[in-house]
């Protein structure tokens, strides 16, 4: 092997280390081989150069010494990262995450999330996380404290308290909403098969509010989710160079449009907390959480078992007439529901509309359609189609829909006018 030879391979070896644009691999080798005496033959030679260039690869490549080479490797440690908090140190960090519609989903991810986290190791964290509910519902807070082998979590006033088996999730994994993307495109980009997406360093990134960071790309995804549709399409990650946390991230989903963004502003490393940071407040008593379904038997029954007081229909269109009225949970005295169904027959007995309540942040399915005008402050979202038609909209805090048509907990319904939902939505009063 010529010299010219040996330089060749070098080169071939220099781009599977994925070494940043721009490196001269020959010329950083020759200046390490000082010492490679003529009388050598050209196989020691080019092992020498090659040992030679590994040195120079660990010493130039834009990462930590213990950091992985690959982009494959970078994309494990970032996901390890935010799943285990591998390798980081304490901190405080803001974090916005904006989600664009991205194909039907039964629960749309909220458009934007706002986290404020304080963490201070994997069994000490505590996430504030307000989310600007789809469809202009509003917002909503969502706490998690993290303290030792209990997690709680506040919505409101219900607080409830898990026990957690190992680490648990940590608050920038999938326990926050849209998180759960970015990571199973970081899982995605560090696997092997046919699965994988390609994946590839870009260099270094500009700094983010003040950390160096390193550019990871990933490709679309060979076998799309419809889990995770935002996650299809290719994505690019800035990683903060030490400890490689995803600081700023793009991805994209069907049709290569924009369909999540992820910026961390106000990073503050080696952070310290005041005492009562993560302390966990009291849970809400077992005795006013119901479970279970139950049909009641007139209003003033369900009147009786809601924690609120129901929204029911004043008047109904000619030919309907209310029928059988369902709860989730116990009716017992000291315990209170949340969600019912009443469904309403047509003139020959049959369920012709079912309505359905629960509160506003419930996870309720919030069907695309098309914007309906109920009456004066109030619209509502109709999704109309052959043989069913559903109308929703959130009304003083709560989840309403109407459905016509179609097969709901069991019941098979007649199909009414859209006009007839229309009219019974605009009638529901307290």
């Known amino acids: 092997m010529n010299t010219a030879d040996a330089e060749r391979r070098v080169r071939e070896l220099a781009a599977v280390a994925d070494l940043p644009q721009g490196f001269d691999t020959w010329s ?33 490549v834009p990462l ?92 409101g006033r219900r607080v409830s308290i898990t026990h957690v088996a190992g680490r648990g999730q940590l608050p920038f994994s999938p326990s926050v909403v849209g998180q759960s993307v970015m990571l199973h495109k970081l899982l995605a980009a560090g696997s092997t098969g046919r699965c994988a997406p390609s994946a590839s360093l870009a260099g270094n990134g500009p700094p983010i509010d003040g950390r160096p960071t390193l550019i990871l790309r990933v490709g679309p995804s060979p076998c799309p989710s419809a889990d995770f549709p935002q996650a299809n399409g290719p994505a690019t990650f800035w990683l903060d160079k030490q400890t490689f946390l995803v600081l700023r991230a793009v991805l994209h989903g069907p049709g290569n449009r ?8 106000g ?50 269109p000619e030919g309907l007439r209310m029928g059988a009225i369902g709860s989730t949970g116990a ?32 996870p309720s399915v919030r069907f695309p359609g098309r914007t309906v005008a109920i009456r004066p402050g109030l619209t509502g979202i109709l999704n109309h189609g052959n043989s069913m038609a559903i109308l929703w909209w959130i009304q003083d805090g709560r989840y309403c829909s109407l459905q016509s048509g179609g097969l709901t907990a069991g019941v098979q319904l007649t199909v009414v006018p859209t006009a007839a939902l229309i009219h019974i939505a605009a009638s529901l009063r307290g």
Request: charged share 15%; hydrophobic share 40%; with cysteine.
């Open 28 to 60: 950083g080798v020759l200046a390490r081989l000082p010492q490679v005496r003529r009388r050598r033959t050209a196989v020691q030679a080019t092992a020498a150069a090659v040992a030679a260039l590994a040195i120079a690869a660990a010493v130039i």
């Open 64 to 155: 930590t010494i213990s950091a992985p080479a690959s982009a494959a490797a970078v994309a494990r440690q970032a996901a390890a990262a935010a799943r285990t908090g591998d390798g980081l140190p304490s901190f405080e960090l803001t974090e916005v995450t904006t989600t664009a519609p991205a194909g039907f989903q039964p629960e749309p991810p909220p458009p934007r999330v706002t986290d404020h986290i304080e963490y201070a190791d994997p069994s000490r964290w505590r996430d504030e996380s307000i989310a600007t509910q789809p469809f202009h519902e509003g917002t909503q807070k969502i706490t998690q404290i993290r303290n030792g082998p209990l997690t709680a979590s506040v919505a």
């Open 258 to 265: 924009v369909a999540q963004t992820i910026s961390v502003t």
């Open 267 to 316: 990073l503050r490393y080696h952070a310290t907390f005041p005492a009562g940071t993560f302390r966990l407040p009291r849970p809400t008593p077992a005795s006013t959480l119901c479970h279970g379904a139950t049909s009641l038997p007139d209003l003033a029954a369900l009147r009786n078992a809601l924690a609120y007081p129901p929204l029911i229909p004043s008047s109904l």
């Open 331 to 362: 009716t017992a005295s000291h315990c209170k529901v949340s969600t019912f169904t009443i469904t309403y027959q047509d003139r020959s007995g049959h369920p012709a509309v079912q309505l359905y309540e629960a509160p506003g942040t419930s």
